[in-house]
């Protein structure tokens, strides 16, 4: 069964520079998630969108922005980049809104910044 | 406010012996409770939500409203249980899970 795909797998940035990181739901999923999880962390909520919409906004920096597209995939950009992002970017996706329906997440985009 | 709490960051049994993982939340409502697994850095995976009351793996939890609590429990662990288990709440507007942090089972033989 198709998972969460979730592109680049690893990434290396210099401080103050620019990542993206992409996204694809599960097929006919509509709900997306962004945590990041750094090491030795938990995971932390940053955004969700569902039908192309932010749905809910957690722990984002300023720094970072997200949308979610006609085709349901999402990017999360990330600008002026600092050590403290480095991290495991998890997306996660569901049909529909997670009560009552099950929320799968892709293999994480480890970024690293130097 | 809503909070997950995981109070052992490692546990550490013997093959066989019996496993409880503790999770404690803070909610307000009938909370919506699940158990994550993570392999060594993996993708996190569903282990089990308390309205299935599913088993999964030989792993149970029992929501206890008295006692806030969701503990995951199973009764002979194996050593491809270790991983790291995450319990997650819904959050009020369910659109977002929020996890505790986490607690590390190591099973030796």
């Known amino acids: 069964a198709a998972g969460v795909i979730q592109s680049p797998r690893h990434l290396i940035k210099e401080k103050r520079e620019t990542a993206t990181l992409k996204c694809y739901p599960i097929p006919r999923h509509d709900t997306v998630y962004w945590y990041q999880q750094g090491p030795g962390q938990d995971p932390q909520f940053l955004i969700s969108f569902y039908e192309k919409m932010q749905s809910d906004k957690g722990s984002i920096p300023d720094r970072f922005s997200a949308q979610q597209f006609s085709d349901y995939h999402s990017e999360l950009n990330m600008s002026s980049l600092e050590l403290g992002d480095s991290a495991l970017y998890f997306c996660?996706?569901?049909?529909?809104?997670?009560?009552?329906?099950?929320?799968?997440f892709g293999e994480g985009s480890w970024l690293t910044v130097v | 406010a809503q909070r997950v709490t995981q109070p052992e960051k490692l546990l550490s049994v013997f093959k066989g012996a019996p496993v409880e993982l503790k999770c404690n939340y803070s909610y307000s409502g009938s909370p919506e409770l699940f158990w994550y697994v993570q392999y060594s850095r993996q993708r996190l995976q569903l282990l089990l939500r308390h309205i299935s009351r599913e088993s999964i793996k030989g792993f149970t939890a029992d929501l206890n409203k008295g006692e806030t609590s969701f503990h995951l429990k199973k009764p002979f662990a194996q050593e491809e249980d270790s991983a790291m288990y995450y319990c997650?709440?819904?959050?009020?507007?369910?659109?977002?899970?929020?996890f505790g942090k986490g607690t590390t089972l190591s099973v030796s033989s």
């Open positions: 996660a996706s569901s049909y529909g809104p997670i009560s009552g329906n099950t929320i799968y």
């Open positions: 997650a709440l819904m959050n009020q507007a369910g659109t977002a899970l929020i």
